[in-house]
């Protein structure tokens, strides 16, 4: 077995080639460690890039563990390069705020939330990976179920679906003072 700093190396050298997010798991089958073991070595590595406030840190996403940079340099990787990711228009926002918190749900019940066809949003979202067909609901046609992907989970800075604000966050992020009172 490698030594202790040999084996934070590696969970780092692993951490920066995966093109994904990898689980605990993973990282314990790849160095041939315990889960636990894995655990602690992401912790310390963790820890270290915290500690010497270095420009990437590790970061938990989608179930699983991957490098980053630290947000608040975000201007200075804009510089570096323009993001692929071009914004979402406000049907796609309000199709995909409705797939976060609804999932799974059909087209049809997208439209009866929004009151106007969602076709183009909701081929936009999974064009760019946010959403997926996830099956088929029972009844008439069969119509197909949509949910958010791990891709979803990354570009919002999400661990998993639970991190998303309460109906009563947002609501308060709009600038009332209490749930339920208007701006």
């Known amino acids: 077995m490698l030594f202790h700093d040999e084996l934070l190396a590696a969970v780092e050298g692993i951490l920066f080639a995966a093109s994904e997010p990898l689980s605990l798991e993973r990282i314990a089958e790849i160095l041939e460690v315990s889960r636990e073991d894995a655990l602690e070595l992401v912790e310390t590595l963790t820890g270290q890039y915290q500690a010497q406030h270095r420009g990437i840190q590790v970061v938990e996403l989608a179930g699983g563990y991957q490098l980053s940079t630290r947000s608040e340099l975000a201007p200075y990787i804009e510089r570096m390069y323009k993001p692929q990711f071009h914004g979402l228009s406000h049907a796609a926002l309000e199709t995909l705020a409705i797939i976060a918190y609804k999932q799974p ?38 119509p197909v179920l949509f949910g958010t992907t791990d891709e979803f989970l990354r570009h919002f800075g999400l661990k998993n679906l639970a991190d998303l604000p309460s109906e009563a966050e947002i609501i308060l992020s709009d600038g009332s003072d209490e749930p339920g009172t208007p701006a």
């Open 105 to 142: 749900v059909t087209r049809g019940e997208i439209e009866l939330i929004r009151g106007v066809q969602s076709d183009r949003a909701v081929s936009t979202l999974v064009e760019k990976s946010l959403i997926k067909e996830v099956g088929r609901k029972e009844g008439p046609g069969r």
